[in-house]
């Protein structure tokens, strides 16, 4: 079972929570930073938070997403960045999107200089343009066997895990059926080996997103703006700060 987290307090939350792993994901370009996709997301951006989510998680086994163009270019690439974010962030390993063979390069040359990687398969964020948008990959033969293939490619480079995001349920199935890696899905079904959600849409802060896969295991929008409302009636009311919020001269 897994969750992103971004910065130290939801950190602190969902290792005390007890998940398997904590995606340090390139959807903080979203959710944190304000883009309207992960492309924009820097390497340096993605460091920043991976150090934050380190210290409020220390216990916790922590995966990095790479960012876009940040080990496309070249595998010398791969490992120049993968490696620095191994040594400033703390993680213990990193996510690549894609099934591609210079993906799959990437991912293999990593793992053999002893970076492990988790792949990402199916819907893959940093290609939303490519992919004509945000949508469920897979549905025709053609592309449900592309992504078998990519599967089992990603497995044979010595990739611990794959996500598999946005894709028909019985596909999901059949392609963790076929690995020994374990999958990881997100609005790929029930027959994944495990599950992972942005934190922000798991807790319902992300009030405006709402595709079919998102279940809401909480209301925080409204509970936030419940507390926001009651702290500006206090202090307007002057009800806050009260005696006991307040020093004296005197301790
Ligand atoms: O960036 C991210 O949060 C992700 C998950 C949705 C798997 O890649």
Redesign the pocket.
Known sequence: MAL?AYDVLFAQLVEEAQMDLI?I????GQVVLGYSS?IPVTLDEMIHHGKAVRKGAPHSFLVL?MPFMSYQVSTEDALRNAGRVLKETGVQAV?L?GGSIATTRAAEALVRAGIPVMG?LGFT?QSVHALGGYRVQGREEASAERLRHQAIALEDAGCFAV?L?LMPAALAEEISRSLTIPT?G?GAGPGCDGQ???LYDALGLNVGFQPKFLKKFGDLHSDARKALDAYVDEVRGGSYPAPEHTFSEKP
């Open positions: 992103t995606l994901g390139d959807s903080l992960t997403d996510k999107e990402h964020p996500v995001e990881i997100i992972i959600l942005v």
